[in-house]
């Protein structure tokens, strides 16, 4: 059976006061669009359609080939919305699951079973409802005596009566498709002038025709957002959810209310998190590490058994048994290879250091290639910014950089190499050489057997 979903994406989001559409304000590090369209591919077969209006060139370009997309323009309501889709959908599927874009906790095994509800409904249209004593602006459902479905009326347009009735409709529908087209030209404008979707509803009843209803069990899947009060809601709530999913998967969060996970992170077993962590955009931790307090990583990937205190880490990767910090910044290129140390308040950015290297604390690398078991002396900086350029700086197996050693790029120092503290660097030395002074000057070579005793 091809099952399509429609997500409703075209309104304005005022409430938000915001130049973004509403759709992609970000919940746990992806637009709130990501998260509902991600569960109504889940639930469907066939590729979604997603009806745009405000900010549909900005829409259009994060969905790209993720979605069909159809204009609503003007904006005349939910069932003017979904009406936009029958072009693209008409004789091409059996059933049209409709979602809200602006609902990202709904869960994919909650449409699936509203779809699975409907495959068995012999009338036109199975519902989501909750029962909540906070309505958030949702319409109420509305049954007979028997239990059975009668209509959904709109919060504005509800009585006093009515306004008490607890059973709210969460904006998840699953249509028999045929039906639906032809309802759909059958809805009445509104006072507002415009055409609910829930009106379907009430079509079908008069018809004599059955509406199912799939009451949700968990009030925080329906959180619907339509302001920032709503989005912050959303985002506890998401972060809640992520955070369980790691500590059952084996991960140890010291504080889960301060720890924060993006949803697409992925998190090696046996991990500590320390509290007043972010952990975003894809980023992915090893096993048996320890992470925190108060540290960073964005697009990072940590491997095995390291340890990374109170430290920034962007665009980054991070071999096994590497330790860092406190108060470390790994930029974008840096590239930190196995058992690698690096002290406190120092910075990498597009450089590799190399097995078992050594970075003191105070010290600056950029675009630096540093060889295996090199120790780098306190207050090192590699002057690689010529006012034009960047220059590189390289860095053989096992020398030795003293502190506050400048380093002149482009430069390039041999394997075994040592610089006198203070030494400002401004020409290539040569392997086994010792370098003194400002400018930095050879005074002799080094025996590599002698050295080593």
């Known amino acids: 059976m091809k099952i399509t979903a429609v997500l409703l994406a075209a309104g304005q989001g005022t409430r938000m006061k915001s130049d973004l559409p509403k759709v992609l304000h970000p919940v746990c590090g992806a637009p709130m669009i990501a998260h509902a369209l991600a569960a109504a591919k889940a639930a469907s077969t066939e590729l979604p359609v997603v009806v745009i209006g405000h900010g549909a060139g900005a829409l259009r370009e994060f969905l790209d080939e993720t979605a069909r997309c159809v204009i609503q323009e003007p904006q005349k309501g939910t069932g003017h919305a979904v009406q936009q889709a029958e072009q693209a959908l008409r004789?091409?599927?059996?059933?049209?699951?409709?979602?809200?874009?602006?609902?990202?906790?709904?869960?994919p095994e909650t449409l699936s079973t509203l779809v699975e509800t409907q495959k068995k409904n012999p009338g036109p249209i199975s519902i989501l409802t909750v029962i909540a004593s906070d309505p958030r602006g949702f319409g109420r459902v509305i049954r007979d005596p028997d239990g059975g479905v009668q209509a959904i009326v709109e919060e504005t347009a509800a009585t006093e009566e009515q306004l008490l009735i607890n059973e709210l409709n969460?904006?998840?529908?699953?249509?028999?498709?045929?039906?639906?087209?032809?309802?759909?030209?059958?809805?009445?404008?509104s006072k507002k002038g415009e055409y609910y979707l829930t009106d379907t509803v009430g079509l079908a009843v008069q018809a004599g025709l059955p509406v199912r209803a799939l009451v949700c069990?968990?009030?925080?899947?329906?959180?619907?957002?339509?302001?920032?009060?709503?989005?912050?809601?959303?985002?506890?709530?998401?972060?809640?959810?992520?955070?369980?999913?790691?500590?059952?998967?084996?991960?140890?969060?010291?504080?889960?209310?301060?720890?924060?996970?993006?949803a697409t992170v992925k998190i090696g077993r046996d991990t500590r998190i320390w509290p007043n962590?972010?952990?975003?955009?894809?980023?992915?931790?090893?096993?048996?590490?320890?992470?925190?307090?108060?540290?960073?990583?964005?697009?990072?990937?940590?491997?095995?058994?390291?340890?990374?205190?109170?430290?920034?880490?962007?665009?980054?990767?991070?071999?096994?048994?590497?330790?860092?910090?406190?108060?470390?910044?790994?930029?974008?290129?840096?590239?930190?290879?196995?058992?690698?140390?690096?002290?406190?308040?120092?910075?990498?950015?597009?450089s590799t250091l190399g097995p078992g290297t050594k970075m003191g604390h105070f010290s600056y690398l950029g675009n630096a290639t540093i060889g295996e078991n090199v120790n780098i002396g306190a207050g090192t900086i590699t002057c690689n910014y010529d006012g034009v350029h960047k220059n590189p700086t390289e860095i053989g197996d096992g020398a030795f950089i003293g502190s506050d050693t400048m380093l002149v790029a482009p430069v390039k120092i041999g394997a075994r190499a040592k610089t006198g503290a203070g030494a400002v660097v401004t020409k290539d030395v040569e392997a086994d050489t010792l370098v003194v002074g400002v400018p930095a000057r050879p005074i002799k070579k080094i025996d590599p057997k002698k050295d080593k005793e």
């Open 170 to 189: 969460v904006g998840a529908y699953c249509f028999s498709a045929e039906w639906l087209w032809a309802a759909l030209r059958k809805i009445k404008v």
């Open 277 to 350: 962590t972010y952990l975003r955009g894809e980023t992915a931790i090893g096993k048996n590490c320890i992470i925190g307090p108060n540290t960073i990583a964005e697009n990072t990937t940590v491997g095995d058994d390291c340890e990374i205190l109170a430290a920034v880490l962007e665009g980054a990767v991070v071999e096994d048994r590497v330790c860092i910090g406190p108060f470390a910044r790994l930029r974008k290129g840096a590239h930190l290879c196995s058992g690698v140390h690096m002290g406190n308040f120092g910075e990498v950015k597009d």
């Open 91 to 107: 004789g091409k599927t059996e059933l049209v699951l409709v979602t809200y874009a602006d609902m990202p906790l709904l869960r």
């Open 217 to 262: 069990d968990d009030p925080l899947e329906t959180i619907g957002i339509n302001t920032r009060t709503d989005l912050a809601d959303a985002e506890a709530a998401m972060r809640q959810r992520i955070n369980q999913v790691h500590m059952l998967a084996g991960v140890t969060l010291v504080d889960p209310a301060t720890t924060y996970i993006d």
